[in-house]
């Protein structure tokens, strides 16, 4: 199973980007997709979750700004990102968690000016 990010880039803050992560490979009872992140320096965080069931789930910092979906076809999650913030540079994981935990390389977004 390989996850493949792509989507990154350098914007400028209040600008936008979409990330998308296309699963390939076997991949079973999937039970969430979704986006971490790490900064330098940081800790990797939680940014987006999506149940299997469609729900849910977002860092209170990315609230109302970013939005999670995916396509159950392609087996490809998606995080579209608006008013993007300095704060929101890092590097951006997609992760597919079954009864496995798998995770993409990761696609680096830098927010500035």
């Known amino acids: 199973v390989q996850l493949q990010a792509s989507g990154g880039g350098l914007v400028q803050p209040g600008g936008s980007l979409r990330l998308s992560c296309e699963a390939s490979?076997?991949?079973?009872?999937?039970?969430?997709m979704g986006w971490y992140r790490q900064a330098p320096g940081k800790q990797r965080e939680l940014v987006a979750l999506?149940?299997?069931?469609?729900?849910?789930n977002y860092a209170d910092s990315v609230k109302g700004r970013f939005t999670i979906s995916r396509d159950k076809a392609k087996i490809t999650v998606y995080l579209q990102m608006n008013s993007l913030k300095p704060e929101d540079t890092a590097v951006y994981y997609c992760?597919?968690?079954?009864?496995?935990?798998?995770w993409g390389k990761g696609t680096l977004v830098t927010v500035s000016s």
């Open positions: 999506i149940a299997s069931g469609g729900t849910t």
């Open positions: 992760n597919v968690l079954t009864v496995m935990d798998y």
């Open positions: 490979g076997s991949i079973f009872s999937i039970r969430y």
